[in-house]
């Protein structure tokens, strides 16, 4: 095996590439590739699945007999970060944590053989940075990430958010006009109101420190304006439909795919373009 590195591809297709392996409240798993002229690098954005199954998936997308360079954890809930999968790559393989995490590691024994902490920015190797904001879900909150590859004939960008609580000004500055936007489109408001959930689980999920709906989902989304494809995450089995999730994006200039709990995505490209930012200036900055 090589650490982090898979077959390079032609040059005209350096750039990002992303592919949700699973997404949902029963596990959550994402490869990020960053293509180069020579070689190219892989992660795991987040690993919630069973080691047997993340194996299995990271072959069925072309990553047969390759580890990543890396592990980033959004947060720690079981559903984005396995213990067994954390260890089971080895000592080779990084586990990136912000730093807020760091207590309810160490609570938690979930401290790994490489723990790497992260808070605003860190540099991934193979030309990717990662940037962060925390987002508001539960106590701790969960790691927002925009990712920049920078290569010498170009750049490109691409946003990372799940289990976001609710929108919030900073979250869209932090990801705003990025080529893909990864975005968590959790529950419908009418399936949540009338599933059969405790009062106490309702109110986690739609109080502003769980999830986002459709709609906040759509709305964010807006406000971000990604410059060209939306990948829709974590949508819940109980409380969501992906037509539902879908409809909000109805008209979009943007391309739109839909995550899901059994099957990979196709890989989204975020293709190289002119060097510089493509960071706008959101026009609709708000917080509920």
Same mark, same amino acid.
């Given at each position: 095996?090589?650490?982090?590195?898979?077959?390079?591809?032609?040059?005209?297709?350096?750039?990002?590439?992303?592919?949700?392996?699973?997404?949902?409240?029963?596990?959550?798993?994402?490869?990020?590739?960053?293509?180069?002229?020579?070689?190219?690098?892989?992660?795991?954005?987040?690993?919630?699945?069973?080691?047997?199954?993340?194996?299995?998936?990271?072959?069925? @997308?072309?990553?047969?007999?390759?580890?990543?360079?890396?592990?980033?954890?959004?947060?720690?809930?079981?559903?984005?970060?396995?213990?067994?999968?954390?260890?089971?790559?080895?000592?080779?393989?990084?586990?990136?944590?912000?730093?807020?995490?760091?207590?309810?590691?160490?609570?938690?024994?979930?401290?790994?053989?490489?723990?790497?902490?992260?808070?605003?920015?860190?540099?991934?190797?193979?030309?990717?940075?990662?940037?962060?904001?925390?987002?508001?879900?539960?106590?701790?909150?969960?790691?927002?990430?925009?990712?920049?590859?920078?290569?010498?004939?170009?750049?490109?960008?691409?946003?990372?958010?799940?289990?976001?609580?609710?929108?919030?000004?900073?979250?869209?500055?932090?990801?705003?006009?990025?080529? @893909?936007?990864?975005?968590?489109?959790?529950?419908?408001?009418?399936?949540?109101?009338?599933?059969?959930?405790?009062?106490?689980?309702?109110?986690?999920?739609?109080?502003?420190?769980?999830?986002?709906?459709?709609?906040?989902?759509?709305?964010?989304?807006?406000?971000?304006?990604?410059?060209?494809?939306?990948?829709?995450?974590?949508?819940?089995?109980?409380?969501?439909?992906?037509?539902?999730?879908?409809?909000?994006?109805?008209?979009?200039?943007?391309?739109?795919?839909?995550?899901?709990?059994?099957?990979?995505?196709?890989?989204?490209?975020?293709?190289?373009?002119?060097?510089?930012?493509?960071?706008?200036?959101?026009?609709?900055?708000?917080?509920?």
């Amino acid at each position: 095996m090589e650490s982090g590195f898979i077959e390079s591809k032609p040059a005209q297709q350096s750039g990002l590439r992303l592919c949700v392996l699973a997404s949902g409240s029963a596990g959550n798993c994402s490869v990020l590739v960053a293509h180069g002229p020579v070689e190219t690098a892989f992660w795991l954005i987040d690993a919630g699945l069973s080691m047997k199954r993340t194996r299995r998936l990271l072959s069925d @997308v072309g990553l047969a007999d390759q580890i990543p360079r890396g592990i980033i954890l959004t947060h720690l809930d079981d559903d984005h970060a396995n213990p067994s999968v954390l260890d089971g790559f080895g000592d080779e393989v990084p586990v990136f944590l912000h730093r807020r995490h760091l207590g309810r590691a160490e609570r938690e024994g979930r401290l790994f053989r490489r723990t790497e902490v992260f808070t605003s920015q860190i540099e991934l190797g193979a030309g990717c940075s990662l940037s962060v904001r925390l987002a508001h879900h539960d106590i701790d909150g969960s790691a927002t990430l925009r990712f920049l590859l920078e290569r010498p004939e170009g750049c490109c960008e691409l946003g990372y958010a799940t289990d976001v609580g609710r929108p919030t000004s900073e979250l869209i500055e932090h990801l705003a006009g990025v080529d @893909v936007l990864a975005i968590e489109s959790n529950y419908c408001p009418r399936m949540q109101e009338a599933a059969n959930r405790p009062a106490q689980v309702k109110a986690r999920v739609t109080g502003g420190s769980g999830h986002l709906s459709n709609q906040q989902c759509v709305r964010m989304v807006r406000a971000i304006a990604p410059q060209a494809h939306v990948v829709l995450l974590h949508l819940s089995h109980q409380c969501n439909t992906p037509e539902l999730a879908a409809i909000e994006h109805l008209g979009s200039e943007y391309r739109l795919s839909v995550s899901s709990q059994h099957e990979p995505t196709p890989w989204i490209e975020a293709g190289l373009r002119p060097a510089g930012p493509a960071r706008v200036k959101a026009e609709t900055l708000f917080e509920v």
